[in-house]
Every structure is written in structure tokens, then in C-alpha cells.
């Protein structure tokens, strides 16, 4: 059972760069998630989806898009990437009961230079 | 909008000693409580959960109880080990928000031998 697999789990970029970060999770969950966390910081909501189709904002929108095509993957896109976005991504998933908690993947470690 | 306020860190103990990491959330519905770990250089591992007032979520000897009239779910275990050292997050669900999960900022824990 892989639950979330994020790829991939080192990148440099160069100012100015675009990539996708991937997200998939094999367990049908509806709500996906993707959070920036910062050295020594908390959890920051980027983007969460409810459903394929359906995307929203969450807490630190801004530089990033994502899409939701299917139930199982939910990438994150970096456009012209900035040096405040060297951060550590995590993706996430849960399933639709409110008392059920979220699945992580294992990181995608970003740094722009 | 619903928040979780976490003790801050870091926290250093000698192994044995007894921990609390404070917790309290402000939200809008009857929200699900969490306890997520993070070891170095790993994602976020669901460590023990409440999904209602009074109930106690338990595991690996750490224990958290939901209070409804405190709006808090402290973190408590009774003889911490070496193991134990990671960040510690609280969070919360609630379906009055999508589902969506708050963090609190983490609490890192270093257990000393």
C-alpha cells in the first residue's frame, strides 16, 4: 500500500524556473492537500482540492497553481520560482469523514537559488 | 476562521521525565483533533486522535484528552525516551470547513539521555 508518493524528494531550481511537483495517493480520498513548511516553522496551506475538478486556496496561495484532473493526483505547479519559495512541500491526503486524519507524503525539499 | 495554538519549543528533557505540550484550538463546528510526529527529515505521522468531547486518544504511551469546555487537547506521556525526540504537532478537522487541516507551529522535543 504506497498511500502518498511525492516526486521529487530533492530539487534545486534557478530564479526565474518553472516545475511541477507530483502528488498521488492510492486510496481514494477525496480532500488533498499541499502545505509549505518552513525551517523551523509550522505547516502553511498552499492549495486543497474537495474532489477531481474542484481546487481551492488555502493560507499562501500566491506563486503556486494547481489542478486536480483525476481522484488521485494533485500536483502543484511553481511558476517563475523565487527565492522564498525554497521550503519543504508536503501533500496530503483524507478521506471524506471528518474524523478520519490525513495521510502525508514524505516531502519534496525545494531550494532556489 | 479555525486556528490551533501550540506551547512553543524547543523543549528539552532528560529521558524519563514526564511531557506536556499544550494545545488549544478556537473553531467553528465540532472539529476532530490530532496529534501528528515528525522525525528528521521524514513527513508527518499521525501519532494518536479525538473525534469528540471527553474522548482520550492514546498510543506509544502518549496520551491527549479532548476537552470541549478548555477548547484544548494537551499532549502528555508519562516517561519520555530518546526515541521520542521529534516535532510534535497538534491540529484540527472540521467539516464546517471542507475538511480542511490546521496546524498548530510544532513543538520539537529533544529527550536527553
Known amino acids: 500500500n504506497a498511500g502518498v508518493t511525492q516526486t521529487p524528494k530533492f530539487r534545486i531550481l534557478k530564479i526565474g524556473q518553472s516545475m511541477t511537483l507530483q502528488c498521488t495517493q492510492d486510496?481514494?480520498?477525496?480532500?488533498m492537500y499541499w502545505y509549505r513548511q518552513d525551517p523551523g516553522m509550522g505547516l502553511k496551506l498552499i492549495y486543497y482540492?474537495?474532489?477531481?475538478?474542484?481546487?481551492d486556496k488555502g493560507e499562501v496561495p500566491n506563486g503556486y497553481n494547481v489542478s486536480r484532473s483525476t481522484t488521485e493526483d494533485f500536483p502543484l505547479r511553481l511558476e517563475l520560482a523565487a527565492p522564498s519559495q525554497t521550503s519543504v512541500y508536503f501533500c496530503?491526503?483524507?478521506?471524506?469523514?471528518?474524523?478520519?486524519?490525513?495521510?502525508f507524503g514524505q516531502g519534496t525539499r525545494l531550494t532556489v537559488v | 476562521g479555525d486556528s490551533v495554538t501550540q506551547m512553543e519549543g524547543p523543549v528539552t528533557l532528560s529521558e524519563e521525565a514526564f511531557l506536556t505540550i499544550n494545545c488549544t484550538y478556537t473553531?467553528?463546528?465540532?472539529?476532530?483533533l490530532f496529534w501528528y510526529v515528525q522525525y528528521p527529515g521524514e513527513g508527518l505521522q499521525l501519532l494518536l486522535k479525538?473525534?469528540?468531547?471527553?474522548d482520550k486518544g492514546s498510543n506509544k504511551g502518549f496520551e491527549a484528552t479532548y476537552r470541549k469546555e478548555t477548547t484544548s487537547f494537551h499532549l502528555e506521556k508519562g516517561s519520555v525516551q530518546v526515541s521520542d525526540s521529534a516535532v510534535y504537532f497538534c491540529?484540527?478537522?472540521?467539516?464546517?470547513?471542507?475538511?480542511?487541516?490546521?496546524f498548530g507551529a510544532g513543538t520539537r522535543l529533544t529527550v536527553k539521555p
Open positions: 496530503a491526503s483524507k478521506g471524506q469523514v471528518t474524523n478520519t486524519e490525513a495521510f
Open positions: 486510496m481514494n480520498h477525496n480532500y
Open positions: 482540492s474537495v474532489g477531481a475538478g474542484i481546487t
Open positions: 473553531a467553528t463546528g465540532y472539529p476532530s
Open positions: 479525538a473525534t469528540k468531547a471527553d
Open positions: 491540529a484540527l478537522s472540521d467539516l464546517e470547513n471542507n475538511n480542511d487541516m490546521r
